[in-house]
């Protein structure tokens, strides 16, 4: 990657600035790194005095009027610091990555949304946010500011659970596949990716048995690996399998397979913890479709409930991939 990966990080003033830059060292990134800091503060601004309150009497109106004023004065008391926290966790990324070029920003938003719409504007390749550092905590997490920015950001997310002991020790890698367009190009993204020596990657494929019929179909998603002589499921997961195997032990890493039956949204989760997986890399849309519009994506579901950090990747049209390469020449 000759230009420079775009990282915004969200942090929120309240996790240790630590937690991210173990994770961060573990996450494969290049040397070239162009990041932002980002702080939001939520904070309700009252509205402007309006037709309804002119007919106030005048001791109402310079109540409202000094709430208002009390209230900016507030924001503007909660964004200087916004802005010195993330300028502060700035100089601390940087201590870590002296070769990356580190900005800061703080801004009077509502976290979720502000950090969606910054990797929206920023072009971001990467988000980078913190959460619980508790599984069970994350039972509660659904519809907090991380969860959101998995489910909504247009780019991939990575969602940073706990804090490594060691930071030089290799890597171990859980990847869900599952034959879909995403689940290829979360193997392609972590083969792209600068492990540390002796890092291992373990594939995991969960057939969901509600599926089976859906799958067995040439022209489902997972076409591409699906051969009209295979006789059963494992016909072609063992020739994605091998595929995959063979590009990310081309970029160096130790590579192990497994094949199971049942949800992946419970089985990948386990099988990481099981595995004393690092992260967990999935696509953000899987094989089922109509499960993904009811219930929720696989991807979210895991990033909700997982021991470690989540990377959600998430696909980019050939057309954004041509802007965003001429606009960093």
Known sequence: MSAKM??????????PVTRMT???????LPKSVEAIVLTAVDAFMPPEVGYSELSMPESSVTYIETMRKTATERIKKELKQA???????????QAIFPHWTI???????????????K????????????SHSQPKAAKFFLGSVAQKVVTEAACPVRMIRGEPEETDSP??????VDGSPDSELTVNAVAERL????????????????????LAAPDSAAGKWIKKQDRMEQDWIRRMSAAFEKKLKADGLVVSTLVKGG?????????????????????????????????????AAVAARAHCSVEVVRPMSKAEQMKRRKERK
Request: proline share 2%.
């Open 6 to 15: 775009k990282v915004l990080i969200a942090y929120d003033g309240v996790n």
């Open 22 to 28: 173990k994770d961060l060292q573990r996450a494969g």
């Open 83 to 93: 802005q010195k926290t993330a300028k502060q966790a700035a100089e601390q990324i």
């Open 103 to 117: 900005e800061s920003e703080g801004v009077v938003d509502s976290p979720a949304w502000a950090i969606v719409k």
């Open 119 to 130: 990797a929206g504007e920023w072009k971001a390749d990467l988000v980078v946010v913190g």
């Open 171 to 176: 890597v171990r890698i859980v990847i869900g």
């Open 195 to 214: 492990w540390k020596k002796g890092s291992t990657a373990h594939l995991v494929t969960v057939v969901d048995t509600r599926m089976s019929t859906a």
């Open 263 to 299: 949800d992946p949204k419970r089985l990948l989760v386990e099988e990481a913890e099981k595995w004393g997986a690092d992260c967990i890399f999935v696509g953000a849309r899987g094989l089922n479709m109509i499960e993904r519009f009811f219930i929720g994506s696989v991807s």
